[in-house]
Structures are given as structure tokens and as C-alpha cells.
């Protein structure tokens, strides 16, 4: 009887729920806001964001919930999206570049932010340091500043006989100004004439690469990104229809008609971008998080491009690429 009473009570035991485990809630589905210049979803950026969230386990309206806000190729709209997204109360605001990332750190100070890209996370005001944030935002760095002279390097390299130089900066990224004082030193020491464009919308392009070709420039160098990117096949257009060679950010640029490119790739930065998200998530604080920054950079150069404005690149540099478009 004994024995009997033992096996009743140990088989009771094998299928009763400890009271911990029928108290646990359920998951709590994750809601976070994507702030883009871009004006679709399909949109290489946009793609790689959802891979990242793909590869933590993260299913789009299921266990995650993301408010999608497009910017249609404008950065106007981002305060209006900050300020909405806040009042909806999600967990994290992703933004994708500076412009949406200051609209939603002016927005709110509860709210993690994670910055897809930003150029300069300290001196634009983001962040106290790299390795510790210190406020609620935290994201990625593409290091645009600190390459700037290779990239005007690797443009004189392409274009051996340039001395004039159209620097088109978008004023969008908040560390736009400390990029353009890299060139002008790499220019000073490569003996080029550099001239400043600043541009912060679509509407001015036209008009700036009319005045490019005007001042007699023989190639352009970008500065910034936010506004170029999401523009990237009207602003190749015009570079190859004013015959001039242009040193782009991104790799991701390449096939709309830039020239060459030196950059970290802008699709690991917001793969990258879901995986600081599913840490905040799961309870991390985006001062703790340091802003991660790129290990490799890859160097581009577009055949295709090439063939139209009737350059030859040199051999060398063609041994140099990591990638020919052809």
C-alpha cells in the first residue's frame, strides 16, 4: 500500500503545473517605430532592418509590431512622425539616419532610440561617448567623417588629371561640417580645388549640378547621405548627364550611376540596427549600449558608370577593388 501511494504521488507530481509557471504572463509582443527618408518598403535598407529582425526570431505581426513612417525622399515630415509615434507609446524608435534620429531624440527622453546611421554620434549631441551613451540613444556609426580624405584620395586616384572638385554636401546628417573639413585638408594636400554645395532637398538638385557644371567642375564628391540615398537614382541621372564623375558614401549608391565608392555596407548597419532592438527589448538601456562602428569598408568602382563618361580607370586601381560593376 505504501508503494502504491508513492507511485499515485509521484505520477501527480510528474503532471501538475508549478504555481510560478501557471502565474507567467504571456510574451508581450514588441511594438517599435521605423522612422526612413526612403519612400518604399522595398527598399534595400528597409529589407536588411526586417532580415536582422528575421535572424532573432522576430516575426512582423506576431511577435513584433512595427508603426512604418516614410519619408518619401524629404526629412520635413520626421518631427510629425516623432511626435505621433511617441503618443503611441511603442518600445523603440528606429531611426534611419541623423535627421529622423534628432527629430525623435527632441521628441522624447523615455523612448529608447536606436540611430541605424549617423555619421557623428558625439559631436552632433547624440551621445555623451561611444562606448557609453549615457541618454536613450544609442545605433551604428558609418565613420563618414574620419574617411573622408581616403575617399577623395581614391577619387583623384579614378580621375587622375581632376584638379576641380564639386564637394555636394547634404546638410541633413548633422555631421555634415566636420566631414567637409576632412576634404578640404585631403584636398589642400592632393593640390585639388575644392567648392562646397550644401543641399538639404531633392527640389535643389537640379539646380546645384547646373552650377557645378557652370564653375567648371570635373568631378563630384558626396558628403552625407540621408537625402542622397533615398534619391540615389535621380542624383546618378544627373552626374552622368553632366559627364561628371562622382564619389559616392554607400556601395549601396553604386548601381544609380556613381563612379566609386569607400564606405562600411549601409544594409549591414540596419541589419545591425534589429539586433540593438531585440537587446532593448529584452531589458538592455541604450546608455549602456555602445554605438557600434564598422570593421570593413569595401571599395567600389562602376564600370558601367565609367564606360559612359568615357574614363579609363587605371589598372592598378581596378586590382585594388573589392567589387567591379559591370
Not at 229 to 241: D, H, I, P, T, V
Not at 262 to 282: E, G, M, N, P, Q
Request: aromatic letters at 6%; glycine letters at 8%; one cysteine or more.
Amino acid at each position: 500500500m505504501r508503494l502504491i501511494g508513492l507511485t499515485v504521488i509521484l505520477a501527480v507530481g510528474l503532471f501538475a503545473v508549478p504555481p510560478a509557471a501557471q502565474a507567467q504572463p504571456a510574451s508581450k509582443v514588441g511594438r517599435i517605430a521605423f522612422l526612413s527618408t526612403t519612400s518604399s518598403p522595398d527598399s534595400p535598407t528597409t529589407a536588411a532592418f526586417r532580415q536582422g529582425l528575421r535572424e532573432l526570431g522576430y516575426v512582423e505581426g506576431q511577435n513584433i509590431i512595427i508603426e512604418w513612417r516614410w519619408g518619401g525622399g524629404r526629412t520635413e515630415g520626421f518631427p510629425a512622425f516623432a511626435a505621433e509615434v511617441v503618443r503611441l507609446n511603442v518600445d523603440v524608435i528606429v531611426a534611419a539616419n541623423d535627421a529622423a534620429g534628432r527629430a525623435a531624440q527632441q521628441a522624447t527622453k523615455r523612448i529608447p532610440i536606436v540611430i541605424a546611421v549617423v555619421g557623428d554620434p558625439v559631436g552632433s549631441g547624440f551621445v555623451d561617448a561611444l562606448a557609453r551613451p549615457g541618454g536613450n540613444v544609442t545605433g551604428l556609426s558609418m565613420q563618414a567623417p574620419e574617411l573622408a580624405g581616403k575617399r577623395l584620395q581614391l577619387l583623384k586616384e579614378a580621375v587622375p588629371h581632376v584638379s576641380r572638385v564639386a564637394l555636394l554636401a547634404d546638410t541633413n546628417d548633422l555631421g555634415y561640417r566636420r566631414a567637409v573639413t576632412e576634404v578640404e585638408a585631403a584636398a589642400r594636400t592632393l593640390g585639388v580645388e575644392l567648392r562646397v554645395h550644401p543641399v538639404s532637398s531633392r527640389r535643389e538638385l537640379n539646380g546645384v549640378f547646373a552650377t557645378m557644371v557652370k564653375e567648371g567642375a570635373r568631378a563630384v564628391f558626396q558628403v552625407g547621405g540621408t537625402m542622397f540615398y533615398a534619391n540615389r537614382a535621380e542624383l546618378g541621372e544627373l552626374a552622368l548627364k553632366s559627364r561628371l564623375p562622382m564619389m559616392c558614401g554607400p556601395q549601396e549608391t553604386m548601381h544609380a550611376g556613381c563612379l566609386i565608392s569607400y564606405s562600411a555596407a549601409l544594409t549591414d548597419r540596419f541589419r545591425r540596427a534589429a539586433y540593438l532592438v531585440d537587446k532593448i527589448l529584452k531589458g538592455a538601456k541604450p546608455a549602456d549600449l555602445p554605438v557600434e562602428q564598422p570593421t570593413k569598408f569595401e571599395f567600389v568602382i562602376n564600370l558601367k558608370a565609367a564606360k559612359v563618361l568615357s574614363l579609363t580607370i587605371p589598372p592598378p586601381l581596378l586590382l585594388r577593388a573589392d567589387e567591379l560593376i559591370q
